[in-house]
């Protein structure tokens, strides 16, 4: 079992940026995915950012350009830089752990909300 916390959300002013951390309790190493993703109001839950475990990266096309997902390998924290946010980025974002097989294992979400 791991566990994932994540950190960082808040209010930002459109424009801004803001620095999501998911801190795992196991080596991320061990996964083949390691993921970010959203969940509006009244909205289904929508992948953000992948970054492989060989460090290949992939983005929503509504994203691309403006996030950058990261991770340390020391700290088994996996990141995401928001830039130039917009009021459709507001949403609770989660931290996804996958694996080819097996279960994958979320956080608990954290709130961003970008205000106009």
């Known amino acids: 079992q791991v566990q994932l916390v994540e950190s960082g959300g808040g209010l930002v002013q459109v424009g801004g940026s803001l620095r999501l951390s998911c801190a795992a309790s196991?080596?991320?190493?061990?996964?083949?995915?390691m993921n970010w993703y959203r969940q509006a109001p009244g909205k289904q839950r929508e992948l953000v950012a992948t970054?492989?475990?060989?460090?290949?990266?992939d983005y929503l096309d509504s994203v691309n350009g403006r996030f950058g997902i990261w991770r340390d390998n020391t700290k088994n924290t996996i990141y995401l830089d928001m830039n130039t946010v917009k009021p459709e980025d507001t949403a609770v974002y989660y931290c996804?752990?996958?694996?080819?097989?097996?279960?994958?294992?979320w956080g608990q979400g954290t709130q961003v909300t970008v205000s106009s």
């Open positions: 970054i492989t475990r060989g460090g290949r990266t």
């Open positions: 196991g080596n991320i190493l061990s996964f083949n995915t």
């Open positions: 996804n752990l996958q694996r080819l097989s097996g279960p994958s294992f």
